[in-house]
């Protein structure tokens, strides 16, 4: 009997129910010599009827068992052939190698793409699978984990089919890693399919899938399958913890932070100095400055994240000569700052207009040999639009040992209409036009200056780009958090129920920044200009 007869058995036993039959003529094809590579493509349509085979009340767990343990019966049976199928040159329909060059296109691709380099996780994967050993599972794991970082879906999804293909896809490792490559890639619809069909899932399968939902900040749903974990008897470790807390921080939820804070005392992971720097960045960026600097204080091994967490909040607040002060802390312990703690420093001097304490740090960190990047010159420049030095802050982007970037021009466009200069406002908007000709805040804040110039048809001329281009500006949101309920709003929203609330609140605050007994906090080399706009 060939191949097709045997298909064409399987199939008519199928109809009829006769699973009995199905499975005898099954492993009497598996004792059968390797067909021809011509009959292949019959085979695997006989294959595809095999998940049809089923007890009278199957489960899906059932169904998935029994399919699993057939194919891995057959490529068992007959891995030399199907494992490591001769090539031809005219064959690229599946994933047979030469040992010289790539032969499919995947495989070229590969060749040719950033992410695939010699002795990494992807070449020793498709070592294996060429010289027809068994794939390691871990290298297989690696290999996700690369492309994940990557962000690398097209080549991810080929890799999925293989291990798909050779049967270790079920294996937990390589699960958890198809999780997590998914996560990272943005496909959480993908991500959530492989976690439900893994038939054994740990604490790093549900760590992946959690970290997906953190990074698109849906932290109501991070907790929710934190707690089914917690139903399944397993317990988290410290990256579960950091997952959720980097959800609570995108969200500015600080009641939800608070309940994850109490859970790592739970498990006594709050004294991992990882734990700890996510518990003092979320505090910092939901605003609870207090509570994060009980956990710095609180911490018997601090590293350098530690401190630059711990200043990075200070400046975000508007706290500069607390940040300043561990900064100079550092100096007494001996502890060497990096190029983060002087950015975080830059930014609290920015924020307080302290110009002189900022070039002292600026050049300081010149003398100790930090490498300097954008983010520091955008600072510097930000420090010297905000005091109204406008035209240092231009001759310093042009004398600049790099190329400025949309991010620094637009800094100093921010400062210029702050301080109402045109001329360079002018300059610097049409230098990140130059750059990002599609962002249409630059185009309104152009079209604004040239008008205060009495440019009118300059003016006209970017409005009609912006109405040609269908450029329209994003709405900026902010939100507030009402019994540990965060409720987005905007300008003008007429969508959101609970706008009459809002206002309320808003006005109540307005009101407080009003009063005559409220003064801000200022330090004694502000500038003038400065103090005029608080």
């Known amino acids: 009997m060939n191949?097709?007869?045997?298909?064409?058995?399987?199939?008519?036993?199928?109809?009829?129910?006769?699973?009995?039959?199905?499975?005898?003529?099954f492993k009497a094809l598996s004792t059968h010599a390797p067909p021809p590579r011509s009959q292949i493509k019959c085979l695997n349509k006989a294959l595809s009827f095999l998940d049809l085979i089923k007890s009278p009340k199957p489960t899906t767990i059932d169904r998935r068992e029994i399919h699993r343990r057939l194919i891995d019966y057959f490529l068992q049976a007959h891995r030399g052939q199907y494992?490591?199928?001769?090539?031809?040159?005219?064959?690229?329909?599946?994933?047979?190698?030469?040992?010289?060059?790539?032969?499919?296109?995947?495989?070229?691709?590969?060749?040719?793409?950033?992410?695939?380099?010699?002795?990494?996780?992807?070449?020793?994967?498709?070592?294996?699978?060429?010289?027809?050993?068994?794939?390691?599972?871990?290298?297989?794991?690696?290999?996700?984990s690369a492309c994940g970082s990557a962000r690398?879906?097209?080549?991810?999804?080929?890799?999925?089919?293989?291990?798909?293909?050779?049967g270790i896809s079920v294996k937990v490792y390589v699960g958890s890693s198809l999780v997590g490559f998914y996560s990272k890639c943005g496909e959480l619809s993908s991500a959530c399919k492989v976690f439900e069909e893994m038939p054994e899932r740990n604490v790093v399968s549900w760590t992946a899938l959690i970290s997906g939902f953190a990074r698109e900040w849906k932290v109501d749903a991070c907790l929710e399958l934190y707690s089914w974990m917690r139903n399944s008897m397993l317990e988290?470790?410290?990256?579960?913890?950091?997952?959720?807390?980097?959800?609570?921080?995108?969200?500015?939820?600080?009641?939800?932070?608070?309940?994850?804070?109490?859970?790592?005392?739970?498990?006594?992971?709050?004294?991992?100095?990882?734990?700890?720097?996510?518990?003092?960045?979320?505090?910092?960026?939901?605003?609870?400055?207090?509570?994060?600097?009980?956990?710095?204080?609180?911490?018997?091994?601090?590293?350098?994240?530690?401190w630059n967490s711990m200043i990075a909040g200070y400046a975000l607040h508007g706290l500069a000569m607390e940040a300043i002060g561990l900064f100079e802390e550092m100096s007494t312990r001996k502890i060497k700052p990096d190029a983060i703690t002087f950015l975080g420093v830059l930014s609290s001097c920015r924020h307080a207009g302290l110009?002189?304490?900022?070039?002292?740090?600026?050049?300081?960190?010149?003398?100790n040999g930090v490498k300097l990047d954008l983010d520091h010159y955008s600072c510097f420049v930000d420090l010297l639009g905000r005091a109204g030095l406008l035209k240092e802050a231009r001759d310093f982007i042009l004398e600049m040992p790099m190329q400025p970037n949309a991010i620094v021009w637009g800094t100093l466009l921010s400062s210029c209409r702050l301080h109402s200069n045109v001329w360079i406002g002018i300059e610097a908007a049409e230098s990140r036009l130059a750059l990002e000709p599609g962002c249409a805040a630059t185009h309104v804040q152009l079209a604004h200056l040239y008008a205060r110039a009495g440019l009118w048809d300059q003016a006209a001329?970017?409005?009609?780009?912006?109405?040609?281009?269908?450029?329209?500006?994003?709405?900026?949101?902010?939100?507030?958090?009402i019994g540990r309920e965060v409720y987005q709003f905007k300008a003008e929203d007429t969508f959101n129920l609970r706008m009459d609330e809002i206002l309320v609140i808003l006005d109540i605050l307005k009101d407080h920044l009003a009063a005559p007994d409220f003064a801000p906090e200022l330090h004694e080399d502000i500038d003038s200009n400065l103090c005029a706009i608080v």
């Not at 910092?284 to 911490?299: L, Q, R, T």
């Not at 001329?461 to 939100?479: D, F, I, Q």
């Open 3 to 25: 191949l097709v007869r045997y298909h064409c058995c399987c199939s008519c036993y199928v109809s009829f129910k006769c699973t009995k039959f199905v499975t005898f003529h």
């Open 83 to 144: 494992v490591n199928p001769p090539s031809t040159d005219n064959d690229d329909s599946d994933f047979s190698f030469s040992s010289s060059k790539p032969r499919n296109p995947f495989e070229r691709r590969l060749f040719k793409s950033s992410i695939f380099k010699k002795d990494d996780a992807i070449s020793m994967l498709f070592e294996q699978y060429r010289q027809g050993l068994t794939v390691d599972a871990a290298v297989a794991s690696n290999a996700f």
């Open 152 to 166: 690398s879906l097209y080549f991810g999804v080929q890799l999925h089919s293989l291990v798909i293909r050779i």
């Open 236 to 306: 988290p470790n410290e990256f579960t913890f950091t997952t959720i807390l980097s959800a609570c921080m995108g969200t500015g939820s600080v009641g939800k932070a608070r309940s994850a804070h109490r859970q790592t005392i739970h498990f006594g992971f709050d004294s991992h100095v990882h734990v700890a720097n996510a518990l003092i960045s979320t505090y910092c960026k939901c605003g609870n400055v207090c509570d994060a600097f009980s956990v710095f204080e609180g911490m018997h091994n601090k590293d350098i994240v530690s």
């Open 355 to 367: 110009v002189d304490r900022g070039r002292l740090y600026f050049n300081l960190m010149v003398e």
């Open 461 to 481: 001329r970017v409005r009609k780009m912006m109405k040609c281009g269908e450029l329209k500006t994003n709405p900026g949101y902010s939100w507030i958090e």
